[in-house]
């Protein structure tokens, strides 16, 4: 088997949006949480915005996730722990 220059899979914040009441957007996070975990890669959804859709990715078995719900952007000065984490 041919190795993969990779560690990690993205799902794209465009097919979180519709989590988990969408069934296309399910359907296609599904299969890229399937893929990644066959491939043995961790598995990043970003765009997070709501504790149901990462309560929807983690039931999936989703490794790591990225977005509003757990921090907003900030700039290179607000970048310090005490700012970042709750």
Do not use: H, W
């Amino acid at each position: 088997m041919r190795d993969l220059p990779l560690a990690q899979l993205k799902i794209d914040q465009s097919f979180v949006a519709g989590l988990p009441l969408d069934p296309n957007s399910e359907a296609i996070v599904k299969s890229i949480l399937a893929v990644g975990q066959a491939l043995n890669l961790e598995v990043v959804a970003e765009g997070v915005e709501t504790r149901e859709q990462r309560e929807f990715l983690e039931s999936l078995g989703c490794d790591l996730y990225q977005g509003y719900l757990f921090a907003y952007p900030l700039s290179p000065g607000d970048l310090e722990l005490g700012k970042v984490c709750s």
